[in-house]
């Protein structure tokens, strides 16, 4: 399956912020269902997905009209080159079998998917995945790019993995996720803006699948625009807006100061090959990481 991009500043609709993967009582969080979405409804999201370990939790009656609650599951299939099970999340389903590592990690993507489920593969800098392992599976929409949970681990960011699956051609969408298990201050360190035109399961889940979003830890972009010689990006104020293509073939815009942050941006891409994709980092350190534009 390649993906089909819908760029969300080209697109009609509305922003939503959700974070796609979090645990709850019913794995190994320490907040019920119930506590969870409240928490993410208080601090102005507008969904949460409940992700928990290896079975999907019931999340009828925690949605309302202005907060929406997905089901889904982490599974951990298979076994990689260091022994760890791959973790497949997927949000939108409501049931799936218990994924052992006996199970090739590839058919849960595929039933998953099946199921009616967006399934991205997660962490994989934390799991010690090769580009290798990554490129052997099909069907997955994207990666997590950042997980506040694998920060602490000193393995939080996946960007590497991203770049090198853009850079042999794989369209893939990067995620920013906080995974949180309610331990540790990772609630609310990572999430999706996705333009959608409604709050609900199959407009948020679609938009997700064409990659109509961009990741963050706090930035936002308000727009992006790729054209045949320059990139052009607007955004809250930040101290760095990067161009990032194949190996050094990117550019960079830098603020002249903590107290003349960037707004925007005009970057020249000439020297850009296969991709581009927009990193915006403010002076805390905090990225807004857009979806990769195909050249």
Request: charge should be negative; proline fraction near 7%; include cysteine.
């Amino acid at each position: 399956m390649e993906n089909t991009f819908r760029d969300p500043f080209r697109s009609p609709g509305r922003w939503y912020r959700g974070n796609l993967h979090m645990h709850t009582t019913a794995s190994d969080g320490l907040r019920s269902p119930e506590e969870a979405a409240a928490w993410y409804r208080a601090q102005g999201y507008d969904f949460v997905a409940v992700t928990d370990h290896r079975a999907c939790t019931p999340v009828e009656g925690l949605s309302s009209p202005e907060f929406l609650v997905l089901p889904g599951i982490e599974a951990h299939p298979g076994q990689n080159e260091v022994g760890e099970p791959y973790h497949v999340v997927a949000a939108g389903v409501t049931s799936a079998r218990r994924y052992t590592r006996d199970d090739p990690p590839q058919a849960a993507i595929d039933e998953l998917r099946a199921a009616g489920g967006l399934v991205w593969l997660g962490h994989p800098h934390w799991l010690g995945s090769t580009l290798g392992e990554l490129m052997a599976l099909e069907g997955y929409a994207g990666i997590e790019v950042y997980n506040s949970t694998c920060l602490r681990f000193a393995k939080g960011y996946s960007t590497v993995h991203w770049d090198d699956l853009l850079a042999r051609g794989r369209l893939v969408w990067g995620l920013a996720v906080d995974d949180t298990h309610w331990a540790g201050g990772d609630p609310g360190r990572g999430w999706v803006m996705v333009k959608a035109p409604e709050l609900a399961p199959q407009a948020i889940l679609s938009a997700l699948a064409a990659g109509s979003f961009y990741a963050s830890q706090g930035p936002e972009i308000y727009d992006v625009q790729v054209g045949p010689e320059e990139v052009y990006v607007r955004c809250s104020p930040v101290a760095s807006i990067t161009c990032v293509s194949v190996s050094g073939s990117g550019r960079y815009a830098l603020a002249e100061g903590p107290d003349r942050p960037l707004t925007e941006a005009t970057i020249s891409r000439r020297t850009a090959r296969v991709y581009v994709r927009i990193e915006c980092t403010d002076a805390a350190g905090r990225t807004a990481w857009s979806q990769p534009y195909l050249l």
